[in-house]
């Protein structure tokens, strides 16, 4: 399979799952879209029209079809659809929150360093200053969800329009080779106006924060799957030999165990949840994002550099997903898996 061919559907999920007619539409739309990941404008606009799938798994199916078509299309669909989960999150809760919901949207939930966005209310309306750094697209999308400081402990998600003159979105530093397209900069907030979603902290405490980062991982997973296909036609050659399958057999045992993993935790979330599901979620997240990592370790040594240099699709369907699983916060998101683990939060 050439990476312009489209993956057996569903990719992910069995397909009795409930919600997948919606999916094949969206797929069907995005066969039709020209220039679909490369033309942001034009996914961009796709995305507005994607009918959220009603479940987890369907959800996770879309992402990974998604990706294995385009790795930057998904990263464009994939806080679109989880700003709108959030939102109807937020009325399930019983938080009121009126917002037309029409256009497209992103989620700004990233800190760092030397920046701060403060939140304050004066007489029933709030505002946001500051600067919030890691906005994918700001200078593209309609409307955003984005974290900000209440005090000094607590943060609380916001709407705002990112058309409102208050909010400029800068254009770098972007130097990126992946995901060249997705800019993910800073935006500058000088006393926007914001739509409280829910209460401080509870972005962070809602069921569907564990959902939406396992989501990400189905990107990981999807965008993957070409490499997996370009291992298994080298393996196919007539000259391939005993190390072609071999790097082949690789990238598809941990390919297939992540694949399980997700279906499992897609289960499991659809079903009510579990005890422990920012656990769950975060062990899923590290093994597909391993997973992931192999399968691009195992096409480097296989395939050589003659794809990385010569095949566009190839060569930016690696430095997409390169990028775009440095999401996943390697050794740091381990350790925390494993102190929760230690303080005998880790049932399996």
């Not at 220039?35 to 942001?40: A, E, P, Q, R, S």
């Not at 037309?100 to 709030?126: C, I, K, M, S, Y």
């Not at 975060?282 to 994002?289: E, G, I, K, T």
Request: with cysteine.
């Amino acid at each position: 399979m050439t990476d312009g061919d489209h993956p057996a559907f569903p990719l992910l999920v069995p397909d009795r799952t409930p919600g997948l007619g919606d999916v094949r539409d969206a797929l069907g739309k995005a066969d039709a879209v020209d220039g679909f990941g490369t033309d942001v404008a034009a996914t961009l606009d796709w995305a507005a029209g994607v009918s959220r799938p009603g479940s987890v798994a369907a959800t996770w199916e879309l992402l990974a079809s998604v990706a294995a078509r385009d790795v930057a299309a998904a990263r464009v669909l994939e806080p679109h659809l989880d700003a709108l989960a959030i939102l109807d999150e937020a009325a399930t809760a019983g938080f009121v929150v009126d917002l037309d919901t029409n256009g497209t949207w992103g989620v700004f939930a990233a800190e760092g360093p030397g920046t701060r966005l403060e939140a304050r209310q004066d007489a029933g309306t709030w505002t946001l200053r500051g600067t919030k750094p890691w906005c994918s697209l700001a200078a593209d999308l309609d409307h955003a969800l984005v974290t900000a400081w209440v005090d000094d402990e607590r943060r609380q998600l916001f709407a705002i329009d990112l058309g409102d003159p208050a909010v400029t979105a800068r254009s770098g530093p972007w130097r990126s080779r992946g995901l060249e397209r997705i800019v993910s900069a800073p935006i500058d907030v000088d006393d926007a106006r914001a739509v409280p979603v829910g209460d401080a902290g509870w972005y962070l405490r809602r069921p569907g924060f564990a959902h939406g980062g396992v989501g990400v991982a189905a990107c990981w997973w999807g965008g993957a799957v070409p490499l997996h296909a370009a291992l298994r036609d080298a393996a196919r050659a007539d000259r391939a030999d005993q190390l072609a399958r071999t790097h082949l057999g690789r990238a598809d045992t941990a390919l297939w165990a992540a694949r399980a993993a997700l279906v499992e935790t897609a289960t499991i979330f659809d079903a009510g949840g579990s005890a422990s599901e920012g656990l769950r979620a975060a062990r899923a997240r590290a093994f597909v994002a391993e997973a992931v990592e192999t399968t691009i370790a195992e096409a480097a040594r296989a395939l050589g550099p003659l794809p990385l240099v010569a095949d566009e699709a190839h060569a930016r369907r690696v430095a997409d997903l390169q990028v775009y699983v440095r999401q996943h916060h390697a050794e740091r998101d381990l350790a925390k898996i494993g102190g929760d683990v230690a303080r005998g939060d880790g049932a399996w």
